[in-house]
């Protein structure tokens, strides 16, 4: 098998071979791209194996988490990408349409698989998904970490405390989970009849979600989309050093891709390490490689063991304690959640970056934090504070409800994966930060004019 064992696990250990002649169904949760994909080319090398066909299903929820226009189209605009390169492959692409927890199984029903391969997501909702499917069908299930280079179950089998604990594991384990993903085959054992093409008016009427957070026109949503983003940014990867420069365009803007599952972060790992060895001296490849990969598989490793992940009672207990003895102190403003979504607070810095995520989906790296800790300082409880802030970037952020967007929020407002700072009112132990911090890394007043009013709509 060229897929490392580690990277799968059995979920149905009563039933943990595929039983009987029928197709391998690949339940696409997470990953949702035909290259680079470690649950369909596990799926893909036991449908071989078998001599059967496979199958890919993807299925649509009406509503999920708060999501807007603006998230479902761009993931259902890279879905009919997907759709016609499983097409072109010989693999059966089903669109189900409802609850997953009804309608995986009912197509298992209907197609009696072999096997049942899916992506790992640590949401709980997912995980909820995954288990109802589990329990309501009688076919052997397999998962597989199709998103982290390092499975999120060996990497760690416990919640770490921030990145200096997780950071040695993954670069032990990097060497032998850094490999190079085989080729997609054209499917040798097509199905006797093609699924009609997916109606994808059809679909979208299904949708139950607010229009008005509108899809944005910067990014074009698709896995060959994302690939193209990839090599632009690895051209000029010296550019990553101005990445804390919210003027500058140092960011690749590829997490939408990496949160639709429409590129693998394993494959913008392979490309930047690509650059590493060729040494050239202002390559800021360690850097970009530690978000990419130890930053984001510590937000995994946080939403895939801590259930209470987008609460209060998720902080550290040193940060809850401590934001308990400043739940009283005085704010200088409170703002309603109104207030903050029209960026209309005192502060015209923070109101460019609420305008930077309504205009453009996406919020810069940097100015996330300085977002997010003010929402902490000019909030009622850091209770609020935090669902304000997850509610915020869930709704405008193209990769919002991700467990990076949780994370970050968590970290900003909750401490969560940092240490303990110096104490002062409201914040408590929470690392502070203001204005003037921003003004000593980025010209303040032209991230300003860029976000300024008249840029929404
Ligand atoms: N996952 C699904 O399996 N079905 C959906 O209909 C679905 C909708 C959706 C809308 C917006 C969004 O941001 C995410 C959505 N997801 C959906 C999940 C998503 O692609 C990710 O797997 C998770 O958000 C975590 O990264």
């Known amino acids: 098998m060229s897929i490392r064992p580690e990277r799968v696990r059995i979920l149905t250990p009563e039933r943990p071979e595929p039983q009987g002649s029928g197709p391998v169904v690949c339940w696409v949760n997470r990953d949702r791209r035909l290259r680079d994909n470690w649950a369909l080319l596990y799926a893909q090398e036991i449908a071989i194996a078998r001599r059967v066909p496979l199958h890919v299903v993807f299925c649509l929820v009406p509503e999920f988490l708060g999501a807007t226009l603006r998230q479902y189209d761009f993931m259902l605009r890279g879905l009919e990408e997907f759709e016609r390169d499983c097409t072109s492959h010989n693999i059966a692409f089903t669109m189900l349409l409802g609850d997953p927890r009804e309608q995986v199984p009912a197509y298992c029903a209907a197609t009696t698989p ?17 288990d109802a499917v589990c329990a309501a069908t009688s076919v052997a299930v397999h998962q597989v970490d199709a998103h982290n280079v390092i499975p999120a179950w060996h990497c760690s089998p416990k919640l770490e405390f921030a990145a200096y604990t997780i950071r040695p594991k993954i670069k032990r384990l990097l060497p032998t989970f850094l490999d190079e993903f085989p080729a997609v085959e054209r499917h040798p054992f097509p199905p006797a009849a093609m699924p009609q093409p997916t109606d994808w008016m059809h679909v979208r009427s299904t949708l139950r979600v607010d229009t008005s957070v509108a899809p944005i026109t910067w990014l074009t949503p698709g896995e060959q989309q994302g690939r193209a983003l990839l090599d632009a940014f690895t051209a000029h990867i010296e550019r990553y050093q101005d990445r804390n420069d919210p003027t500058k365009p140092g960011q690749s803007n590829l997490s939408p891709y990496f949160h639709f599952g429409q590129l693998a972060p394993q494959r913008a790992a392979l490309e930047v390490n690509r650059l590493a060895r060729t040494g050239a001296e202002d390559c800021p490849v360690e850097s970009y490689l530690e978000e990419l990969i130890v930053r984001r598989e510590l937000s995994d490793n946080f939403t895939f063991y801590n259930p209470n992940y987008d609460s209060f009672e998720g902080f550290a207990a040193w940060a809850q304690s401590s934001l308990n003895e400043h739940r009283d102190d005085p704010r200088q403003y409170v703002y309603t959640f109104e207030q903050w979504q029209q960026a209309v607070t005192h502060d015209e810095l923070w109101n460019a970056a609420q305008r930077e995520l309504l205009s453009t989906g996406k919020l810069h790296g940097y100015m996330r934090m300085y977002w997010a800790k003010k929402i902490l300082e ?74 300024a009013e008249s840029t929404l709509f």
């Open 114 to 130: 072999s096997l049942l391969v899916t992506d790992f997501e640590p949401l709980r909702i997912k995980t909820q998904w995954v």
């Open 378 to 451: 000019w909030s009622a409880s850091p209770e609020e504070a935090l669902a304000i802030g997850i509610t915020l970037n869930d709704t405008h952020a193209l990769d919002g409800r991700d467990p990076n967007g949780y994370v970050g929020v968590a970290w900003s407002i909750g401490g969560v994966h940092d240490r303990a700072w110096f104490e002062r009112p409201v914040y408590g132990k929470i690392r502070y930060m203001n204005a003037n911090g921003c003004a000593k890394k980025f010209d303040v007043k032209a991230y300003i004019r860029r976000y």
